[in-house]
C-alpha cells in the first residue's frame, strides 16, 4: 500500500471541482429542453445526460490519473472490479437527484469524490467536490482541509455554447450550526420519499421547521452550509458509495457527522457499495440524540425502513 502524501489531496480536490463544472457545461442542453432519452432502472430513472456526465468524467479525470493507478466506481458505468486492488479510488454520482434533472428544477447536483487506504487499512473519502449547477453553488472539501462553498453564477445563455461555468471569487469556509437541541433543530426532508412512516417519524422529533428538497447531496450539503441540522433516510439498499462519498467529507469536514442508525461511518471500495441500516447526517451536536430517537422510533415501528 503506498498512501498519498497529504500535499496531494487539494490536487484531487481541484481536479474534483474542474471535472463537476465541465460535466454541467455538457449536460446542460439536455436541461434546457433538448431531447433526452431516459430509462427506468429499479433504483430510479437513467437519462441520456446522466451517461454522458458519467462518461466525460471519467475521460477527464483518467487522463490524469489513469487507470493502472486508480480505480473509478460510477453509478451509471459497469462496475470495474479491479478497483478493488487499487489504493485510490474515484468515486463519482453524475447526476444526484435525475428526477429534479428530468423536471427541470434545482435540486440535483453533480458530484465527485476521491477515496484513499489510508493507515488503518480502510478507504476514507480525502477529496470531494459537490456542485448545484442551477442554484449556483460549489461545495469543495479536502480530508483535515476544512469545507467551503464558492459561487457559480447560473447563465442560461452558456448552454447554447457549451461554455464551462467558472466560479467567482473564493471559497468561503462553511462550518454546521452549533444547534443541540431537537426542538430548534431544522429538517431537510426527501422529496422522493413522502411515505406516512417518515413522515410519523418527522414529526414524532417534534423540530423546529422542516422541508422537503430533492438530491441527497444538496441535503446532506444545506446542513455544512449551516442551513438545516439533520436529514434522515430511512431506505435499507436505496444509497449507495456514489451517493454518499462526496457529501460525506465535505459535511465532517464543516463539522458534522454522517453515519448509520447503529453509529457506525463508512469505509468505501466495497466489493458491496450497498449502505445498509440507514443514514442519519447531522451537525454533530445532535447526532447522537437523534440517532437514539430514530432507533426508538423503528423499534415501535418495526417494518422495513422503506
Known amino acids: 500500500m503506498t498512501l498519498s502524501p497529504e500535499s496531494v489531496w487539494p490536487t484531487y480536490t481541484r481536479a474534483a471541482a474542474r471535472v463537476c463544472l465541465e460535466a454541467w457545461a455538457a449536460i446542460q442542453p439536455f436541461y434546457f429542453g433538448q431531447a433526452c432519452d431516459v430509462v427506468d432502472k429499479p433504483d430510479g430513472p437513467c437519462t441520456e445526460a446522466d451517461r454522458l456526465a458519467d462518461r466525460l468524467i471519467v475521460e477527464q479525470l483518467s487522463r490524469k490519473f489513469p487507470r493502472s493507478e486508480y480505480g473509478y466506481l460510477t453509478e451509471e458505468s459497469e462496475d470495474d472490479r479491479e478497483r478493488l486492488e487499487r489504493d485510490r479510488v474515484w468515486i463519482i454520482d453524475p ?29 476514507h473519502p480525502v477529496a470531494a467536490a459537490v ?8 461545495w469543495t472539501a479536502t480530508r483535515g482541509g476544512g469545507a467551503f462553498v464558492q459561487p457559480v453564477p447560473f447563465d442560461p445563455s452558456h448552454w447554447a455554447n457549451g461554455r464551462i461555468p467558472a466560479p467567482v471569487g473564493e471559497p468561503a469556509p462553511i462550518h454546521v450550526t ?18 406516512s412512516r417518515l413522515m410519523a417519524l418527522i414529526h414524532s422529533l417534534e423540530l423546529a421547521d422542516y422541508w422537503h428538497t430533492g438530491s441527497l447531496g444538496v441535503k446532506v450539503c444545506t446542513i455544512a452550509n449551516g442551513d438545516a441540522e439533520l436529514y434522515v433516510n430511512l431506505g435499507v439498499g436505496k444509497t449507495k458509495e456514489w451517493d454518499t462519498a462526496a457529501p460525506a467529507l465535505i459535511l465532517t469536514e464543516a463539522g458534522g457527522r ?10 468505501y471500495n ?9 443514514l ?3 451537525n454533530g ?4 440524540l437523534t440517532r437514539a430517537r430514530v432507533k426508538a422510533f423503528l423499534e415501535e415501528h418495526p417494518t422495513p425502513y422503506w
Do not use: M
Not at 131 to 138: S, W
Not at 270 to 278: A, F, I, L, Y
Not at 285 to 288: D, G, K, N, S, V
Open 285 to 288: 451536536a445532535i447526532h447522537e
Open 95 to 123: 447526476i444526484d437527484g435525475t428526477k429534479d434533472f428530468i423536471a427541470r428544477r434545482d435540486n440535483f447536483c453533480i458530484q465527485v469524490g476521491l477515496a484513499e487506504r489510508l493507515a488503518d487499512g480502510q478507504w
Open 178 to 195: 452549533p444547534i443541540d437541541r431537537l426542538d430548534q433543530a431544522r429538517s431537510v426532508v426527501s422529496n422522493a420519499n413522502r411515505s
Open 270 to 278: 466495497q466489493e458491496d457499495v450497498v449502505h445498509r441500516h440507514g
Open 131 to 138: 456542485y448545484q449547477p442551477v442554484a449556483g453553488q460549489l
Open 258 to 267: 454522517l453515519t448509520d442508525f447503529d453509529g457506525n461511518t463508512w469505509t
Open 280 to 282: 442519519l447526517a447531522t
